[in-house]
C-alpha cells in the first residue's frame, strides 16, 4: 500500500523538485513530467484507525504513521513515499497547489527573517538553531461563497452655526436601505487539527491560478496530511472569516453621514462551491533558549508568519528611545514658543 517512485535509469527514489515542477532523481538528474505520468491512485479502501504502520519497500523498515498522515519520508532510509490508500475516494483532493521554493531557499529566507527582527533577542538573530524543517501539504477547504445582506438603517447628518451668542447644532435624520449581492472566490480555511488556524490565516495569499490536478507524484518527498473537518464541519469558520469584509463592503456603500444608527441587518451566507486542496507550506521549529518556537512558510511565496521571542532589554530601550525623543521634541516646541530658541 505504499507508493514510490523508482527512477527508471538508476533505481533510485524520485521527488518533486520545486524548481522543474517535475518529478527528479538527485542521483542521475532524471527528469518526468508528472501531467505524463500513468495515474497511480489506489482503489482499495479499508479502516484508517487500522492502518498505521507500513513497510518500507526500499529498505524494509516499517513507515509508522498516525491515521491523518498521507505521504512521509522513512526514518530510516529517507526514502520518500506516498501512502496511496489514504487518498482514495472522498480523501483524495481535487488540486494541489505545488512548492516553488526548495528547502534551501527556505532555511535561507528564513534567516534572513531572524535577522529583521528589531526587538528579537541578540542571539535569536543568528538563525544558526533552526532544529527542523519540514514541507507539508496542508488540507484546505476552498469555498466559493454567496452573501446577501438586507440593511435597514437610520443616516444622520449635523452641522453647526452661529447667530448671534448662540450656536446651534442642526439634525436631519434620513431612511437608508440597502439590498447587496456578494461573491467571494477561493476563501481558504485550514481543515487540518494539527495546525494553528491563526498561523495558517496568515500565509495568504496564496496564487491559486497555479494549482495542478491532483497527482500523487507531487507528494513525492514531502509529508501529507489529510482533512480532519469536511466543508460543513468548516462552513461556520469561512462564515465568519467573511464577517467583516461583509461589515466593511455595507459601510462602504453608506457614506456622507456624519454616523449611522443600524436598526436591522440581515445577512445570509450560502456556499457554492467547496474544493478540497493542498497547499505547500514549509514548518520551520527553532531551538532557542530551551524552547523551541514553532514558525510556517508559505511554500509558494516565501511568506514567513510566527510569533519570534522578544527581547525585553530591546523593549525598554525602545519606549526609552522614544520617550527621550518626545521630551526633546516638546522642549524645542516650548523654547520655540516662548521666543527662546534662535533659528
Known amino acids: 500500500m505504499v507508493i514510490q517512485y523508482k527512477c527508471p535509469n538508476c533505481g533510485d527514489d524520485m521527488r518533486f523538485d520545486s524548481h522543474s515542477g517535475m518529478l527528479s532523481c538527485a542521483s542521475c538528474g532524471r527528469k518526468d513530467n508528472i501531467q505524463d505520468l500513468p495515474d497511480e491512485f489506489i482503489t482499495n479502501h479499508f479502516d484508517e484507525e487500522e492502518a498505521k504502520q507500513y513497510q518500507c519497500e526500499n529498505c524494509g523498515a516499517v513507515v509508522i504513521t498516525d491515521a491523518d498522515t498521507t505521504a512521509t519520508s522513512c526514518s530510516f532510509c529517507g526514502a520518500a513515499v506516498v501512502l496511496g490508500d489514504r487518498l482514495t475516494r472522498a ?35 543568528s538563525a544558526n538553531r533552526i532544529k527542523e524543517i519540514t514541507g507539508l501539504y496542508v488540507p484546505f477547504w476552498l469555498y466559493d461563497l454567496n452573501a446577501q ?11 453647526q452655526y452661529s447667530r448671534g451668542d448662540y450656536i446651534y447644532t442642526e439634525k436631519k435624520y434620513y431612511d437608508v436601505y440597502r439590498d447587496i449581492t456578494m461573491d467571494y472566490s477561493r476563501v ?43 466543508d460543513e464541519a468548516m462552513f ?55 524552547h523551541v518556537h514553532t514558525f510556517a512558510m508559505n511554500g509558494q511565496t516565501g511568506k514567513v508568519v510566527g510569533k519570534p521571542p522578544i527581547s525585553k532589554k530591546k523593549v525598554v530601550a525602545w519606549f526609552t528611545s522614544i520617550a527621550a525623543t518626545t521630551f526633546v521634541g516638546i522642549k524645542i516646541v516650548a523654547l520655540m514658543m516662548g521666543g527662546g530658541l534662535l533659528w
Open 149 to 159: 445582506a438586507e440593511v435597514k438603517a437610520i443616516g444622520v447628518r449635523t452641522r
Open 188 to 230: 481558504p480555511v485550514d481543515a487540518s487539527e494539527k495546525m494553528h488556524d491563526e498561523l495558517m490565516d496568515k500565509l495568504e495569499p496564496f496564487h491559486y491560478q497555479d494549482m495542478e490536478d491532483f497527482r500523487t507524484p507531487y507528494l513525492a518527498g514531502y509529508i501529507a496530511e489529510k482533512y480532519n473537518y469536511d
Open 91 to 125: 480523501l483524495a483532493p481535487a488540486k494541489v497547489l505545488p512548492f516553488k521554493i526548495s528547502k534551501d531557499e527556505a532555511r535561507a529566507a528564513f534567516k534572513k527573517w531572524c535577522k529583521n527582527g528589531l526587538l528579537t533577542p541578540k542571539g535569536f538573530m
Open 236 to 290: 461556520p469558520r469561512v462564515k465568519d472569516k467573511i464577517s467583516g469584509y461583509i461589515d466593511s463592503y455595507i459601510s462602504s456603500t453608506i457614506r456622507g453621514y456624519s454616523y449611522v444608527n443600524y436598526k436591522q441587518r440581515n445577512i445570509s451566507t450560502s456556499k457554492r462551491h467547496a474544493a478540497y486542496v493542498l497547499l505547500p507550506v514549509w514548518m520551520v521549529y527553532y531551538d532557542y533558549d530551551h
